[in-house]
């Protein structure tokens, strides 16, 4: 089946420790996308990437981030320097041709401090 | 800078009643997609449609339908007949036409009550 898969699906991270998030896809998109949801609240942007070995921050950058050394892979690294690091995090990817820059999403990691 | 408002935070209505959800945007652009997405209780957040900047036409897909006004910057969504089945969070999002990245509102609970 075609799709994002996060993982893990829980994390809990240590003061100062530095974690990583994992999303991969198989649906041959160009573009994905890293966001943050804190409870009640909509969706904001941290990191995009649009071609492989090319990113952008988003709107809450500081604290993370990413690679794309692949097309099918971007994950995500929630530095010690983000402080205050729970919330709900979801990738998703585009393809911006076809089905124009709709977004199709993981399930989400949700990051608590230990 | 793109903004897309969802005013109403939680709306609580009863099986089968039918109830509409307001989305408001602010883009500079003249060629954007609108979309919508619904984000049940597991979290991953599913497509739902897209619309174009030069699309006016009103669509309907089953119980939900959606109103596009340009004149009011207004991109509503209706479900008709509501379900228990419906109650989740519900995002309306606005990307421009060659960034790919997109802007979300905070979304808007909807709870259907049986």
């Known amino acids: 089946d075609g799709g994002i898969t996060q993982s893990p699906k829980y994390l809990f991270r240590k003061e100062g420790q530095n974690v990583t998030l994992s999303c991969e896809q198989n649906?041959?998109?160009?573009?994905m996308y890293w966001y943050r949801q804190d409870p009640g609240q909509g969706l904001r942007l941290i990191y995009y990437?649009?071609?492989?070995?090319?990113?952008q921050k988003g709107d809450i950058a500081e604290g993370y981030s990413v690679s794309r050394e692949k097309k099918e892979s971007f994950p995500l690294t929630v530095t010690s320097a983000q402080k205050n690091p729970t919330a709900f995090y979801l990738c998703?990817?585009?393809?911006?041709?076809?089905?124009?820059?709709?977004?199709?999403f993981g399930a989400g990691t949700r990051l608590s401090v230990l | 800078a793109q903004k897309v408002t969802q005013a109403q935070t939680e709306i609580s209505v009863v099986e089968k009643e039918d109830v509409t959800l307001d989305c408001v945007y602010e883009t500079r652009d003249t060629t954007y997609y609108l979309f919508w997405y619904k984000q049940p209780p597991s979290g991953e957040l599913v497509f739902l449609i897209r619309?174009?900047?030069?699309?006016?036409q009103n669509e309907i897909s089953g119980r939900y339908s959606w109103n596009f006004q340009k004149s009011t910057s207004s991109f509503n969504f209706t479900i008709t007949a509501s379900q228990v089945v419906d109650s989740a969070v519900y995002f309306c999002?606005?990307?421009?036409?060659?960034?790919?990245?997109?802007?979300f509102g905070d979304g808007t609970t909807l709870t259907v009550k049986p």
């Open positions: 619309r174009n900047s030069f699309d006016e």
């Open positions: 999002a606005l990307s421009e036409a060659d960034a790919g990245k997109s802007t």
């Open positions: 649906l041959n998109h160009d573009a």
């Open positions: 998703a990817s585009s393809n911006r041709e076809g089905g124009k820059n709709i977004q199709y």
């Open positions: 990437s649009q071609i492989v070995n090319d990113f």
